[in-house]
């Protein structure tokens, strides 16, 4: 900080706190008068940054009682306070903002979550419901006794629920109809499952006595 010789009018530099100063013109030592310390910190006051205004405030204290110098100290306080609130609100709403921003993102996150799985969903019911309904036409045929389409049904239906054991109960019906050649390729196709291949066994031996019995027949004819 610096103010004017009384002697040479040169500069007299001084810190806050110090009495007294040096002029660098004259080299003159003098008391650095109130009236010096009163307009350095008008001076600082009218900057109007956070550093200013503490310096302000300081010299002020510094000639307390001295003309309206507690006034504009208390003033320097006030508007102290009301920057340092101004600051502390503009980083409440920007971290608020920040929050919002990171709420908002994961908001999407979500979003975009809960409807892929949803869509999932959609479609795993849809599947399923498809095949519900063809299992429900499956069943009607083998219900009509119109076996060998059930069975068939049941076989495009793979592992789907009790498909297989609905093929293997159409080919059975097959075989006591005697439809042994409808019957037997669900039979092969079941490779033994359900009965350890009993009916598939049964199958092929009436197949074979019936062709057994009609070479017999031919030949007999001859």
């Known amino acids: ?15 806050i706190g110090d009495a007294e100063g040096v002029c660098m013109a004259c080299g003159a030592r003098q008391e650095i008068a109130k009236s010096d310390i009163y307009d350095e910190a008008g001076r600082l006051s009218e900057e109007g940054t956070e550093e200013s205004l503490e310096q302000a405030m300081l010299l002020y204290k510094s000639i307390h009682g001295w003309q309206d110098a507690d006034m504009l100290c208390r003033a320097c306080r006030v508007r102290l306070g009301r920057m340092r609130w101004l600051v502390e609100s503009a980083e409440l709403k920007k971290e608020e903002m920040r929050f919002e921003a990171k709420m908002a993102r994961r ?6 979550l809960l409807t892929a799985v949803l869509v999932c969903l959609a479609v795993m019911i849809t599947v399923v419901s498809v095949r519900l309904i063809r299992y429900n036409r499956a069943a009607e045929h083998f219900t009509a006794g119109e076996y060998e389409r059930s069975a068939e049904a049941f076989k495009e239906m793979g592992d789907f629920l009790n498909s297989r054991a609905r093929v293997y109960r159409s080919a059975v019906e097959l075989y006591k ?3 042994y050649e409808e019957a037997l390729p669900y039979l092969i196709w079941l490779d033994g499952d ?9 199958c092929q031996e009436r197949l074979e006595e019936r062709d057994a019995d009609t070479s017999k027949t031919l030949w007999t004819a001859v």
């Open 1 to 15: 900080m610096i103010c004017r010789c009384r002697n040479c009018g040169g500069s007299i530099e001084w810190k």
């Open 107 to 112: 908001r999407k996150i979500l979003t975009a």
């Open 177 to 179: 109809a005697g439809r």
């Open 194 to 202: 359900y009965d350890n291949g009993y009916y598939l066994q049964k």
